[in-house]
């Protein structure tokens, strides 16, 4: 096996990495790059979403997709979504609707709903259901994390 | 995670070229690959990467035929205007595809190759008598889906060989096609049984074609031929869309599995068939008007 060398744009800063191809975006990320907000809660097996990171605009799973597989995109994680100090209106959102228990699912679910709202900034409740139905969460019984992406949306956390 | 040497062409010259290596195999958009490799059921020495490949990401009306890169992910055949147009059921298919984070990845062309008996983009390219275009460095050639498709994971694919487009001609006059599937639950699921359906209606209002495919009731998705043609020129009434039903059971082989039983999956063949067929002919008459 020849390692290989990639460049992506990682949370808006070229990333250059040399590894072997055998490696995962997920485990890259979590070893390589220390940034552990995606997590790997199923096992590499794309049925959870916790490691969901947004890949040219669209929400992925990290932990299927090979590392060359990325070569030339832009990535965004949960770690590159605060701005000059202030966390995005979705991170304040899941806090106050109490959308965030355990927090295992949280980053995943955050950076699908990032990837929903870009793409649709006033969404259904349904929308936002089918949007958010590869991210499993144990704990908050989904509702919560409906109301979020409703308040992040509404921006009524900007005051 | 297995071993392997990576490739990643840009264009389909250097895709031919780094195909034609002994023991190189495709990866598409990894949805399958990635998980196999690491419970150790998919191994092959040369991985090639197709993600560079632009020139098979597209969708096209190319007047007669549609035409789809092998490369068109769920996600996009989901959104696609054209698609929706031409084949209403694909985009239910790809639309209900295990969820966003699957279907931004998982390619047509993958879900072909992968040759699931319960592959859900299968049936609607079937019902349209969809054909593969297949090259290599020897060449190209032209071959019917349903011919491609020889077993479960089993594919008419020779070594050197990958999936370029699928084309298929979309029906004209009054029709309507329908894709309906029955899983555990409606997000991530795998389809326990789907079926899609196609009907021409005749000024008259008779069949004047059928199309009927279904999956995950035999060793590759079917279509029912002989039911199709035994309904040619008939009305669609009630009581005939019952025996096609009953007629379809003939060409189905439903097992007893990890998702489900023999017995559900020939009690749902007939459901969904049934309900597919009113939509489509609901659909048919529409365009009568």
Known sequence: MKEISIVFLLNGKKTSITCMPNRTLLDVLRTDL???????????????????????????????????????????????LMEKGEYHQLQKAFVEAGAVQCGFCTPGAIL????????????????????????????????KMIDAVHLAEEGSLDD | MQEFNYHRPVTITELKENLSQ????????????????????????????????????????QGSQIVLGALTTHQEAADSALLKNVNPALVTAAESI??????????????????????????????????????????????????FLLGPGEIDLKDGEFIHSISFKPLSRAWGSAFIKVGKRSGMAISVVNTAVAVELNQEGKISDIRIALGSVAPTVIRCREVEDSLLGKEPEPELMKEIHAACQKDISPITDVRSTEEYRDHAAEVIIHRALECAVEQAKGRMR
């Not at chain 1, 990032?114 to 704990?139: V, Y």
């Not at chain 2, 040369?46 to 490949?53: A, F, N, Q, R």
């Not at chain 2, 969820?99 to 040759?115: E, F, M, P």
């Open chain 1, 112 to 143: 699908t709903a990032k990837a929903l709202l870009d793409e649709n900034p006033h969404p259904t409740d349904q929308e936002i259901r089918d949007g958010l139905s590869g991210n499993l969460c144990r704990c908050t019984g989904y509702n």
């Open chain 1, 34 to 80: 220390g940034l552990t907000g995606a997590k790997d809660a199923c096992g590499g097996e794309g049925e959870c979403g916790a490691c969901t990171v947004i890949l040219d605009g669209k929400p992925v799973n990290s932990c299927m997709i090979f590392i060359g597989q990325v070569e030339g995109t832009q990535i965004t994680t949960i770690e590159g």
């Open chain 2, 22 to 61: 002994p023991g190189a195999r495709i990866l598409a958009g990894g949805t399958d690959i990635v998980p196999k490799m690491r419970q150790g059921k998919f191994s092959a020495p040369i991985l090639v990467d197709t993600s560079g490949v632009a020139a098979m990401h597209f969708v096209e009306d």
């Open chain 2, 98 to 147: 295990g969820c966003q984070q699957t279907r931004c990845r998982g390619t047509l062309g993958g879900n072909i190759a992968n040759a699931s008996p319960a592959a859900d983009t299968i049936p609607p390219l079937l019902i349209y008598d969809a054909t593969l275009l297949l090259q290599s460095m020897t060449g190209e050639r032209r071959i019917l889906l349903e011919k």
